[in-house]
């Protein structure tokens, strides 16, 4: 059975920082991208950061020189790292990965996790 678990978000100071990850199991990553969205309160779902298959992510205007995200595909694992936070990246944050399948991939979501940064 695939499973995609999400770590937990957290509350921090700005400037703090913060490690989000999604693990997968039952299951491997697709060559497609995996990627990182946020949605804060009365605003649209945004992407964060894409990462390729071989590694090269790229990143929203505004995280840009901030957080840095990564994929594992031996241990099926996503990480955003997220420094100098501001309070304008408050929101949930999930992630979106795309599962091999014997026909075509099957994207998964993690459950999301509430990002808090106090001013």
């Known amino acids: 059975q695939v499973r995609l678990v999400e770590s937990e978000g957290g509350l921090v100071q700005t400037g703090g920082s913060l490690t989000l990850s999604c693990t997968l199991s039952?299951?491997?990553?697709?060559?497609?991208?995996t990627e990182w969205y946020r949605q804060a309160p009365g605003k649209q779902r945004e992407v964060v950061a894409q990462?390729?298959?071989?590694?090269?992510?790229t990143y929203h205007d505004s995280v840009k020189g901030r957080f840095t995200a990564s994929r594992d595909n031996v241990k099926n694992m996503v990480v955003l790292q997220m420094d100098n936070l501001k309070p304008e990246d408050t929101a949930v944050y999930s992630c979106?990965?795309?599962?091999?399948?014997?026909?075509?991939?099957?994207?998964?979501w993690g459950q999301g996790t509430q990002v808090t940064v106090s001013s």
């Open positions: 979106k990965v795309s599962v091999a399948n014997r026909f075509r991939p099957i994207e998964y």
């Open positions: 039952g299951g491997t990553f697709s060559n497609n991208p």
């Open positions: 990462t390729s298959s071989t590694g090269q992510s």
